[in-house]
């Protein structure tokens, strides 16, 4: 059979001559929209939330809007998803309320603000300073970033100054209906966040949506009520924060589920004027999948200021339904000597039971070293 050779022509409608006209077909194409940087210039007028706002929605799908200049802003500005928005440093790019704004937000999710019923696509936030201006704004809770978003990202950003949360991820939108889907897989890294009015970060979640997180290597200070809550801490890990100016408990962990705490450094909490029962961790547990809470440094350089408080170092307060299982290992907890303080207190509450393997930890300083409650069972591990 004859072979045909580098010479010899191709008959029409072969494989190889219609490899070729499809080749050529091809060729011929547009070649796709590449994504651009898109340089947004603030002018530090209360126009600029206007000019942001009007490049967000002329931007396409994979944009980056660099954002420069100081920003002075009278509305919230729209986080549309698949979309970056950054500055050059976070001192270079201050984005700040407008006297008398009383926001909701500085920063927010496009699908938050649009009462939609489902997560945003991913959107990523860094290199910027959000500042609150409370002074001037005193008829809101003002928040620095609301994230409706799933798989997304905030890091290296300052956030100053909030009568809100400095952070905030929610699964309930604007008009106060929660989503239908899951909002999960995102990162909070290397942020500072400093003054914030209620929690330096926020995780609202009414039902079981804003789980498998990391919240890694940022610094808050000075939270008028906790430096982290996570109404739903399932999947997430929360390693290597400091922490201290917290006004009552440091690290407020709910629903355990495959949760890692770990790396942490809580220099202080419980110390705000409100009295109550003030933990640097205090968690709740789900009744299936094991957790970790390990190598935290817990102390109270402030002392224990309020009088009528009670203060538990590292707190496991209930488990939500079944039996419980967390590992607490490594934590070195150093009380001041008072009265009034636990360093590790584990209690089951309404659940079935709690198996705790407690080993290696350091704890000093506190009245009662370990408090077991009933059900509670605790063990050094293999």
Known sequence: MHKPTLSTPLARGSLSSRLLSSLAALLLLPLPTLAAQVPVACNNTVTDDETLNAAVAASAVGDELVI?????????????????YRGGEPSGTVIRQANGANLAALLASDTWLDVATFTGDPVSVKNLTLEGNPTNNTGRATDGIVLMSWNSTVENTRINNMRGSGIRLTNTNSAGTPIVNTQVNGRIVHNFISDSGVHGVHVQDSGNSVTDWDLIDNWIADSGVSAIRLENSAGWKVRGNHLYGVGQTAIVAQRLFGTTISDNYIEGFG????????AGIGATVQG?????ISDNKIFNFGGEPNTASRYHYLSISQVNYGTGFVSVTGNAIRGIGSTRSTGLNYEKGGGTALTVTSTGNLVTGVTTARNVGTGVTVTAGQ
Do not use: F, H, M
């Open 288 to 292: 299936d999948a094991a957790s970790v």
């Open 68 to 84: 420069s200049g100081p920003c002075l802003i009278n509305s919230t500005v729209r986080l549309r998803g698949q979309r970056a």
């Open 271 to 278: 110390e705000g004027t409100t009295a109550g029962t003030w």
